[in-house]
């Protein structure tokens, strides 16, 4: 105990002697200092310089049953959407991308990141807006030459990861301190729609390629796979039975759905002869048409060498925002995190993932929602105590309240979880994804998308106004707000969903990094003017507040010290499927499992 406390001690005074006499900031520069890409790399050697002391200690305390708990969790939430994403992009993408690029992609980046990235809980693989980008590039190629596609990619990647190199060297991460919850929200509830929508498109396909009997049963697996998954975590989340066996169902509740499900596939008699579409497999560690693994990329007309350019710096624009909000969602607020971030230079490590990724013809990975913040909350360690209350008739209430005490920050979780996405990629792991039926992760669209839904803010602030009043808490910092205030903010909110997921089901959606990295500055210079500086601290906070992540950009950016703490945030304390849930004192709403975690951070 001794030892832990002078290690804790001695990780503060380190922290605190790099957050002041070797501070990295531009606040309050002036002249030619005040400029950033005048002073290249300074993000990132701070970056390094503050995170390499606590190398060591990212391995040693690692020693715990949480880090293998989440190891085998990560894995499943890791792997399964990644093959559904995929399954998505090999029928829109001229069956260019298969199952094994995907898994290759998922393992390069977790063995760049969970080795030498400053933020090894952030999780970065393949994810359904990478998919989206990938096959909206392929209609617009296919109109002129779709046998040019892998090489146009490839300097897409290319040049994506020279954009990332610029905005890394330009020190141009800072700007990510302005994000809030009012861009983080709007965010989720656009991913959380996507990936729903994904799901039925998918089991809309499978009726194409089996016949009807084997359409309506893949309806049936998609639904029973994603009610199971919630069921296991909502059950993980309650007060039945003992902590340990809830642990234990929380922590794999991915595993035994998948397990079932795919074994009930295989029953004998009618259900295993239903032509089921299964995932579709080539050789170990082969790619999945006939070629070599690095894209003759050299050989492209110079034309569209120029025109893959914009097509590259769109991507950047997407992981600048999407990345590096996975990294603040693993290290947000609510998470008691006691080692420094460093978003410079893991973008810039992102960068040369794109450029690797790009040349082998893989999908190029970044940031993932939600598993960066299920990873962290896997990881964290909670207590529960019970609150009594007594009432005016001499009884008493009862209620657990959990809170969260520590983090087990390591980054060997991460690299284990990509050592056994190298395994999948051999023989035998491969040979059992191809009896795996599609219809598993068509489910798995709905249990990622769903969790970004239910769990929104949006979603809270909204049944707030639809709640009859008597039944709101009198201590809801939302009743210091005018209702028409409430209701222009979460419209504003919604018009960014509307727009961004309208422009993504046109061969437009290209651009829709655009729009999701406008929410940005529509929040720091537009929304002042709209709301007073109360009402946004009531309806708005950083997503991440910890100073611990906060001096990779120079500490709290200036004009939003008054959303630093959340006050207005109506967030239960959550718990990472060791306990049990608390409900939320504010918004009435209880938080459990993966479901509960993606958005309402």
């Known amino acids: 105990m001794e030892s832990s406390d002078a290690t804790e001690s001695s990780n503060n005074a380190r922290l605190e002697r790099v957050t002041t006499r070797e501070s990295y900031t531009f606040q309050d520069q002036r002249g030619w200092r005040k400029w950033r890409i005048l002073r290249p790399g300074r993000g990132m050697y701070h970056d390094v310089k503050r995170r390499l002391p606590y190398y060591r200690s990212d391995i040693t305390d690692a020693?715990?049953?949480?880090?293998?708990?989440?190891?085998?969790?990560?894995?499943?939430?890791?792997?399964?959407?990644?093959?559904?994403?995929?399954?998505?992009?090999?029928?829109?993408?001229?069956?260019?991308?298969?199952?094994?690029?995907?898994?290759?992609?998922?393992?390069?980046?977790?063995?760049?990141?969970?080795?030498?990235?400053?933020?090894?809980?952030?999780?970065?693989?393949?994810?359904?807006?990478?998919?989206?980008?990938?096959?909206?590039?392929?209609?617009?190629?296919?109109?002129?030459?779709?046998?040019?596609?892998?090489?146009?990619?490839?300097?897409?990647?290319?040049?994506?990861?020279?954009?990332?190199?610029?905005?890394?060297?330009?020190?141009?991460?800072?700007?990510?301190?302005?994000?809030?919850?009012?861009?983080?929200?709007?965010?989720?509830?656009?991913?959380?729609?996507?990936?729903?929508?994904?799901?039925?498109?998918?089991?809309?396909?499978?009726?194409?390629?089996?016949?009807?009997?084997?359409?309506?049963?893949?309806?049936?697996?998609?639904?029973?796979?994603?009610?199971?998954?919630?069921?296991?975590?909502?059950?993980?989340?309650?007060?039945?039975?003992?902590?340990?066996?809830?642990?234990?169902?929380?922590?794999?509740?991915?595993?035994?759905?998948?397990?079932?499900?795919?074994?009930?596939?295989?029953?004998?008699?009618?259900?295993?002869?239903?032509?089921?579409?299964?995932?579709?497999?080539?050789?170990?560690?082969?790619?999945?048409?006939?070629?070599?693994?690095?894209?003759?990329?050299?050989?492209?007309?110079?034309?569209?060498?120029?025109?893959?350019?914009?097509?590259?710096?769109?991507?950047?624009?997407?992981?600048?925002?999407?990345?590096?909000?996975?990294?603040?969602?693993?290290?947000?607020?609510?998470?008691?995190?006691?080692?420094?971030?460093?978003?410079?230079?893991?973008?810039?490590?992102?960068?040369?993932?794109?450029?690797?990724?790009?040349?082998?013809?893989?999908?190029l990975p970044n940031g993932l929602v939600p598993q960066a913040p299920v990873h962290t909350d896997s990881l964290t360690v909670y207590e529960t105590r019970l609150e009594v209350t007594e009432t005016k008739d001499g009884g008493e209430i009862r209620k657990p309240v959990v809170e969260a005490t520590a983090v087990v920050e390591q980054r060997v979780s991460h690299f284990l979880m990509g050592m056994a996405i190298w395994g999948t990629m051999t023989g035998p792991l491969l040979t059992v994804l191809h009896t795996m039926p599609a219809a598993v992760f068509a489910g798995v669209f709905f249990v990622v998308g769903w969790g970004s839904i239910e769990s929104n803010g949006i979603i809270a602030k909204a049944l707030y106004l639809i709640n009859e009043r008597r039944f709101l808490q009198p201590s809801n910092p939302l009743n210091t707000v005018s209702r028409k205030k409430v209701m222009l903010f979460i419209g504003i909110q919604i018009l960014g969903v509307a727009c961004t997921v309208a422009i993504s089901q046109t061969i437009a959606a290209i651009g829709f990094p655009v729009l999701i990295t406008a929410l940005i500055p529509l929040r720091t210079f537009l929304m002042p003017k709209w709301f007073t500086e109360h009402e946004l601290s009531v309806l708005d906070a950083l997503t991440a507040n910890s100073p611990y992540v906060l001096v990779s950009f120079g500490g709290t950016p200036a004009g939003m010290e008054s959303d630093q703490e959340g006050e207005g945030r109506g967030v239960g304390d959550v718990e990472g499927g060791n306990e049990i849930k608390v409900e939320c004192a504010e918004s009435g709403t209880s938080q459990c499992g993966i479901l509960e975690y993606v958005w309402k951070l």
């Open 63 to 363: 020693f715990t049953y949480r880090a293998f708990a989440s190891t085998v969790r990560l894995y499943f939430v890791n792997v399964l959407p990644a093959i559904a994403f995929t399954l998505d992009m090999y029928r829109r993408t001229g069956e260019f991308f298969g199952i094994n690029e995907a898994l290759f992609a998922s393992a390069l980046a977790a063995m760049v990141f969970s080795l030498v990235s400053c933020q090894p809980l952030t999780i970065v693989g393949v994810t359904g807006l990478i998919a989206l980008f990938n096959y909206t590039i392929y209609d617009i190629i296919a109109i002129y030459d779709p046998t040019i596609y892998p090489a146009f990619t490839a300097w897409v990647g290319i040049w994506a990861a020279i954009f990332h190199w610029i905005v890394s060297f330009g020190n141009f991460c800072d700007y990510m301190a302005y994000v809030t919850d009012f861009s983080s929200e709007t965010f989720g509830m656009y991913v959380g729609i996507i990936y729903c929508i994904k799901g039925v498109e998918e089991l809309t396909y499978l009726f194409e390629v089996s016949d009807f009997s084997g359409g309506y049963l893949s309806i049936i697996i998609a639904v029973l796979y994603f009610g199971s998954v919630y069921g296991l975590e909502k059950l993980g989340g309650s007060t039945l039975f003992k902590p340990a066996i809830r642990g234990i169902i929380a922590d794999y509740s991915f595993v035994f759905p998948t397990l079932f499900w795919v074994s009930f596939s295989h029953f004998p008699g009618r259900l295993e002869n239903t032509g089921l579409y299964r995932v579709p497999i080539v050789g170990a560690f082969e790619p999945t048409q006939q070629r070599d693994w690095v894209i003759d990329f050299w050989n492209l007309d110079v034309k569209w060498v120029f025109v893959a350019l914009p097509f590259g710096f769109l991507m950047m624009l997407l992981f600048y925002y999407d990345h590096n909000v996975s990294s603040l969602t693993a290290q947000a607020r609510q998470y008691p995190l006691k080692k420094p971030a460093g978003f410079h230079w893991d973008f810039f490590l992102l960068g040369c993932t794109c450029f690797v990724c790009g040349i082998i013809g893989l999908p």
